[in-house]
């Protein structure tokens, strides 16, 4: 294929599956990679969306501008490294000015094989992203300059997109592990509770760090297993309430293996159950809801979801492209929060146990913590039985 050069030198170029070229410098690593393309809001927390790995299969544009301005830390990361596939910011990463910084975003992605573009119309980009729906892209880097354009809208039109597609266990542990709160510690000390730890299972579909703390700072010994643990594996832990993590993909892929479990644990226990996005997908699936891609998502960290029990409203952290279909709720499960953006539903609850589960995020991180107080709810769940 004969190779063509850019605009005002252009290192890296994003192809929308439709033909649509976004030119702009390249930074991270060279090379090509192929995603659903997804934006975000959020004015802070770059490194956190970059490694929440509810991320994996999405390249984020980020629609605030100051993007690499703080660095990167070891501290911040939500999963190991980057998992979103990479990154589309309207300005070039200035120096890092912070001191907690360790590392320049650019190097940052660079050493984790993940490709971003600077110099970007973000606002044109995000408007295509509302009218078509997540698009398929594909986003070459090409330090050189030069670019097979046919083979770049080749590959985004090729790509097949997340429908269909469990991504949880390509994220989730190897291996089931004890959370260990002091090894991860917040930096600034939030509030931890000293009692005893209740023994909660976390099953892990690509768990944030952050969710695995607020539950230990709210009262729990947290185990995480693996995505495709069976009830009988929970079980055998006798612990006193199970967690549904976030984690990436289509959920009724995912709900072939996870549903089953829930199931046979709901059957066979009363104990409390608390889901979180991914989770919570889970939890409405097996309770008989079902679930449905979304136009382009929520991906934010000011989305306002009103409690429809007390009547409050919390400014919440999103991100998610699929959502329960409140229409499907089974007449024991109650809706308990929606979205006052678009209605959708963010929450549900059971009628008469503590099973409970959220859309959004309330561990934040990136975001508001209006919400921790689930983390304190599923606690009283499992001290009030
Ligand atoms: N953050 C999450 O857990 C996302 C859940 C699911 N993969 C979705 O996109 O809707």
Redesign the pocket.
């Known amino acids: 294929m004969p190779l063509s050069r850019g605009p005002d030198n252009a290192t890296a170029c994003l192809a929308l599956a439709d033909g649509t070229l976004f030119y702009g410098r390249g930074f991270g690593a060279a090379g090509q990679t192929t995603a659903e393309l997804c934006f975000n809001t959020a004015m802070t927390g770059y490194q956190e969306i970059m490694t ?1 790995p ?2 994996a299969g999405q390249i984020v544009t980020f629609t605030f501008p100051h993007i690499g301005n703080v660095g990167v830390n070891p501290e911040d990361d939500e999963t190991q490294d980057p998992v979103a596939e990479g990154m589309v910011v309207k300005w070039d990463p200035t120096e890092p000015s912070n001191w907690r910084a360790t590392e320049r975003l650019g190097d940052w992605l660079a050493k984790r094989g993940r490709i971003a573009i600077g110099g970007i119309d973000t606002r044109r980009l995000t408007r295509a992203i509302r009218q078509q729906g997540a698009p398929h892209v594909a986003l070459a880097h090409s330090p050189d300059g030069e670019f097979d354009l046919e083979a770049l809208v080749a590959a985004a039109r090729d790509f097949r997109g ?1 429908v269909g597609l469990d ?1 949880a266990k390509d994220v989730t542990c190897a291996q089931s592990y004890r959370w260990d709160q002091m090894r991860w510690a917040w930096p600034d000390g939030f509030p931890t509770r000293s009692t005893p730890g209740h023994k909660v299972i976390a099953i892990d ?2 768990a944030k760090r952050n969710i695995l703390r607020c539950l230990a700072s709210a009262g729990c010994d947290v185990t995480v297993l693996p995505a495709t643990a069976t009830a009988e594996e929970v079980m055998a832990h006798e612990p006193a309430g199970l967690f549904l ?7 009724a892929a ?1 709900g072939e293996y996870a549903v089953p479990m829930i199931r046979d644990v709901l059957e066979k226990s009363d104990m409390p159950v608390f889901g ?6 889970m939890l409405a699936r097996a309770l008989g809801a079902s ?1 449905v891609k ?1 136009n382009h ?1 929520h991906h934010g960290a000011n989305h306002p979801v009103k409690d429809l029990e007390t009547g409050k409203v919390e400014i919440t952290s999103m ?5 329960v279909d409140s229409q499907t709720l089974p007449a024991d499960v109650i809706e308990s929060h929606v979205s006052l953006f678009d209605g959708s539903n963010c929450g549900i609850r059971h009628r008469d146990r503590p099973v409970f589960s959220v ?1 959004y ?1 309330p561990e934040a991180s990136p975001g508001p913590q209006d919400s921790y107080y689930l983390f304190e709810r599923f606690v009283a769940a499992i001290e009030g039985r």
């Open positions: 929440d509810s991320y997340l991504l579909y690509g993590s976030n984690g990436p993909g289509d959920p995912t979180i996005c991914l989770g919570h997908q679930t979304m998502g991100n998610h492209g699929f959502t859309q995020h």
